[in-house]
């Protein structure tokens, strides 16, 4: 069974930082591109960070870029957020995806193959 699991979320003050982490199990990830989304209360799931499978290429939404670092670990079948300088906006559930298609994961940004079960991030004020 294919699963992807996050962990690392919690509760931080505003200006603090946060790493996620999103390990996947059931097949290899490596041909798979990955990426963070996130759903705050009351609003859609909206784009976070994308990365390629090769870790070569990575894309930001504008609110993030800058201050959160997606990057993959060695075995491929890892990806990590490293979210720094964390505002009160960025309280929401983050959800890892992958998919093989760059387009549908990191431009379309919607229909991903496999999601993972979500983690919540709250920043106090």
């Known amino acids: 069974q294919v699963q992807l699991g996050e962990s690392g979320g919690g509760l931080v003050q505003a200006g603090g930082s946060l790493r996620l982490a999103c390990v996947a199990s059931?097949?290899?990830?490596?041909?798979?591109?990955m990426g963070w989304f996130r759903q705050a209360p009351g609003k859609e799931r909206e784009f976070v960070a994308a990365?390629?499978?090769?870790?070569?290429?990575?894309v930001y939404t504008d609110s993030v870029a800058g201050r959160f670092t997606i990057a993959r670990g060695n075995d491929k079948d890892t990806v990590y957020l490293q979210m720094n300088s964390l505002k009160p906006e960025d309280t929401a559930i983050y959800y890892c995806?992958?998919?093989?298609?760059?387009?549908?994961?990191?431009?379309?940004?919607?229909?991903?193959?496999?999601w993972g079960q979500g983690t919540q991030v709250t920043v106090s004020s």
């Open positions: 995806a992958a998919d093989d298609s760059w387009r549908a994961l990191a431009i379309v940004r919607a229909q991903c193959e496999y």
């Open positions: 059931g097949r290899t990830f490596g041909n798979f591109h």
């Open positions: 990365i390629t499978r090769s870790g070569d290429t990575t």
